[in-house]
């Protein structure tokens, strides 16, 4: 599966993991030492990411029902949380995806 950002017509990644069991979601990317360009951990439902235990930053996209991004965290450190509550999933992307996209607030996401 992909992640495209449909508003700007961009690939955000090539290749999506979805976590969308408790044990997924809960793993999520722990244990990883990084996450590597054009992938994305889609977890669903989710509308609050933790970094702990993690050991590199990544960047984050809260989505709503609509597909509609309304909340993103760039460069999330180790050791923070990012919480949006109208959020039906989040999406975990290598640090630096949304400044190289430009992927914002109202962007409307597919995945194909």
Same mark, same amino acid.
């Given at each position: ?44 439902? =989710? ?9 590199? =930053? ?25 919480? =949006? ?28």
């Amino acid at each position: 599966m992909r992640l495209l950002n449909q508003s700007r017509g961009l690939l955000l990644a090539e290749r999506v993991t979805v976590a969308d069991t408790f044990w997924r979601r809960l793993r999520g990317l722990l244990g990883t030492r990084e996450w590597p360009e054009g992938n994305a951990l889609l977890i669903r439902p =989710c509308n609050s990411v933790h970094m702990f235990g993690m050991k590199y =930053c990544l960047d984050v996209l809260f989505v709503d029902r609509q597909n509609l991004v309304t909340d993103t965290a760039e460069s999330l450190a180790p050791g923070k949380i990012k919480i =949006c509550r109208r959020a039906r999933y989040a999406v975990e992307l290598p640090a630096g995806t949304l400044r190289r996209t430009g992927t914002s607030n109202g962007d409307r996401l597919q995945l194909i």
